[in-house]
């Protein structure tokens, strides 16, 4: 969706939109994004779900 230009809007409602996103709620300090934390997070679901398979696969098979 574009942008739309600023001096589309009145000075009130930009002065409006900027005190809104300055208020203290919206400056919330965040800890640094770890891209290697989600990627062991993602590998070890991975692992768990491969292994749950593997599991119901070898208890399932000699009813077959």
């Not at 005190?19 to 203290?24: A, D, K, L, T, W």
């Not at 749950?52 to 070898?58: D, E, Q, T, Y």
């Amino acid at each position: 969706m574009p942008e739309r230009d600023p001096s589309e809007y009145r000075q009130e409602d930009l002065k409006a939109v900027e005190e809104y996103i300055n208020r203290p709620i919206h400056q919330v300090k965040r800890k640094p994004f770890k891209p290697y934390l989600m990627m062991g997070a993602l590998l070890g679901v991975v692992i768990f779900l491969g292994g749950l398979a593997w599991l119901i696969g070898w208890l399932v098979e000699p009813y077959l």
